[in-house]
């Protein structure tokens, strides 16, 4: 992983990390909307100029790539860099937890 990919992407913003950890399984823009609002009891709703913004900006880094197109909707999924700044982002949370849970005791 480059110097810009871990400067841009390490620590990621919520919607950042909702996206890829959506696109696990392909997906398009407003199926992602509609999962993390889901995921989060409605807590997060992704406006769809963050979202669609974040989506260009990491297809262009190379951490999603374009699958194909249904009824005008473009089809992503994350690639193997994705996975890679996904899971060190996952670490992260993992740990902070654990610290969190820590300090409580």
Do not use: W
């Given at each position: 992983?480059?110097?810009?990919?871990?400067?841009?992407?390490?620590?990621?913003?919520?919607?950042?990390?909702?996206?890829?950890l959506?696109?696990?399984?392909?997906?398009?823009?407003?199926?992602?909307?509609?999962?993390?609002?889901?995921?989060?009891?409605g807590?997060?709703?992704?406006?769809?100029?963050?979202?669609?913004?974040?989506?260009?900006?990491?297809?262009?880094?190379?951490?999603?790539?374009?699958?194909?197109?249904?009824?005008?909707?473009?089809?992503?999924?994350?690639?193997?860099?994705?996975?890679?700044?996904?899971?060190?982002?996952?670490?992260?949370?993992?740990r902070?937890?654990?610290?969190?849970?820590?300090?409580?005791?």
């Amino acid at each position: 992983m480059d110097a810009h990919i871990k400067k841009v992407y390490v620590p990621m913003t919520e919607t950042g990390f909702y996206i890829l950890l959506c696109l696990q399984k392909p997906n398009h823009g407003y199926g992602i909307v509609q999962t993390v609002r889901e995921l989060t009891d409605g807590k997060i709703v992704l406006a769809p100029g963050t979202m669609y913004g974040s989506l260009s900006k990491m297809e262009k880094d190379g951490l999603i790539e374009f699958v194909r197109e249904e009824e005008k909707r473009k089809i992503y999924t994350i690639t193997g860099l994705g996975k890679e700044v996904l899971r060190i982002e996952m670490e992260r949370i993992e740990r902070l937890y654990r610290n969190m849970k820590e300090m409580k005791e």
